[in-house]
């Protein structure tokens, strides 16, 4: 199964709904736009989605994202499976579809995701539209390095980046 990445239409919907929950890199907003994920922000990443766009609080909104999540920092899930819908620029859509496909315990480097969408000399604008993913962890920018491996910017923070690459073994 997997995700379900979806182009949002428009602007995005007004019938928004967003839950908190609690997590090893500090709380999370799920936000719920008709059914799928429209975005997952944690708590004061630079670049995110905008809290005034998440909606009422609702702590019942979409309970297989807050289970799989569990699962995940506990160790046991590799792969999300949620309808998500994303917003933004076509180039924006090119790079979040990369990102999907880096997988668990694996990292891709800006230039490599540049080159997969067919841009090659675009890794600074990968860099950018990686820092404007509306749904971190799920659609994951965290795999994203620069070259050579070395850590960079990630809008959650390069404590969380490294946080979450080693619960994947991705960093030993």
């Keep these: 199964m997997g995700l379900t990445l979806r182009p949002g239409a428009g602007a995005p919907s007004t019938g928004r709904r967003h ?43 979409l309970p297989h994202v807050r289970a799989q999540l569990d699962e995940y920092f506990a160790g046991r899930l590799t792969e999300f499976e949620a309808d998500v819908v994303l917003h933004g620029t076509p180039f924006q859509q090119r790079v979040w579809r990369a990102l999907a496909g880096v997988g668990y315990g694996t990292t891709a480097t800006y230039g490599r995701i540049a080159r997969e969408i067919g841009a090659p000399r675009a890794a600074q604008a990968v860099g950018a539209a990686n820092g404007r993913n509306p749904v971190s962890l799920l659609v994951p920018c965290h795999r994203v390095v620069g070259a050579g491996g070395r850590l960079t910017g990630y809008a959650g923070g390069t404590a969380r980046k490294e946080f979450l690459l080693r619960l994947e073994g991705a960093l030993l």
């Design 19 to 61: 839950a908190l929950v609690d997590s090893p890199i500090g709380p999370l907003a799920l936000v719920d736009e008709d059914g799928a994920l429209a975005a997952l922000s944690v708590e004061g990443a630079r670049q995110g989605p905008v809290p005034a766009s998440f909606g009422p609080r609702d702590d019942d909104a």
